[in-house]
């Protein structure tokens, strides 16, 4: 499975979002020059993601978007399923009740696509928006200590 931009630039928006966003607005130009994403892209991203409520628009001056709801409730798996659609690795008829198989009583690779599918989606529900901006922080924090002590830091890439 290869996800595209929809979610790979609409996670990072996301994660922009709750960490610069809490209670206010964010605009979208903001996210756009922090990210280097398109204005025009992240407007058509954040239209999905409003769509499957997980963030609202405010309107008017200091208007732009905000998290429809707790980071800590809110998975990277639900951000790309509403942005990408299914997460399947592998589309198998054996796990569809409405699709059909010649070989689907005799497949054994099923087995495989099943756990790799059963795999992705664990990966992408366990890990939360709220984690994602403590590690955006961290990075930014270690990044930070970095040009402050440029010295220490080249010393320790070594």
């Not at 605009?27 to 922090?34: D, F, L, N």
């Not at 990210?35 to 499957?52: H, N, V």
Request: glycine share 8%; net charge positive.
């Amino acid at each position: 499975m290869k996800l595209s931009t929809k979610g790979r630039y609409g996670l990072r928006a996301m994660v922009d979002l709750a960490e610069y966003g809490g209670e206010e607005a964010v605009s979208i130009s903001s996210i756009s020059k922090r990210q280097g994403i398109s204005e025009r892209y992240l407007e058509q991203l954040m239209a999905r993601l409003r769509k499957a409520g997980l963030v609202k628009s405010i309107r008017g001056a200091g208007g732009g978007y905000i998290v429809a709801r707790n980071p800590d409730d809110i998975s990277a798996g639900e951000i790309l399923r509403a942005l990408e659609g299914d997460l399947e690795a592998v589309s198998c008829a054996a796990f569809h009740e409405d699709e059909t198989c010649g070989a689907q009583d005799i497949c054994v690779t099923k087995y495989v696509w099943k756990r790799i599918n059963e795999s992705i989606q664990h990966t992408v529900d366990s890990i939360y928006l709220s984690q994602l901006v403590e590690e955006s922080r961290s990075k930014k924090n270690d990044h930070k200590g970095c040009m402050a002590t440029e010295a220490r830091c080249n010393s320790s890439r070594k």
